[in-house]
């Protein structure tokens, strides 16, 4: 897979507002890039934050950095609960995205 941040932001394709409530997802052939959280927020269950390579990117559904499941530690992944103050981004590539509190601006790019 290339790695397509080389030219970011000139490869993002589109936004998506969130303040919680339904799971968004990005358009057909496309993949959330990058976060950035307008207020304090927090992601919803382990449908929260849903990595296309869970192993490679922090979520709420497994463990990051290739470890096994249960070996991972706290700082390797994303507890459901943790609360990411404003102003903070996460780049990443993911494929659905459910804020539970708090808003977001998702950005997408091309796969």
């Known amino acids: 897979m290339a790695w397509r941040f080389n030219d970011y932001p000139g490869n993002i394709a589109g936004s ?11 358009p057909d052939k496309h993949i959330f890039v ?6 304090a927020t927090t992601f919803s269950n382990t ?20 470890l096994a499941a249960g070996a991972e530690s706290y700082s390797e992944g994303v507890v459901v609960g943790d609360s990411f103050p404003a102003g ?17 601006i998702a950005y997408y790019a091309k796969k």
């Open 34 to 39: 990058a976060i950035t959280t307008l207020a």
């Open 88 to 104: 903070i981004d996460i780049f990443g590539q993911y494929t659905k995205i459910n804020v539970n509190s708090g808003s977001i």
């Open 16 to 26: 998506v507002f969130s303040k919680g409530g339904d799971a968004i997802v990005p």
């Open 47 to 66: 449908t929260g934050l849903v990595a296309e390579e869970a192993t490679r990117y922090a979520n709420t559904e497994d463990a990051a950095g290739d």
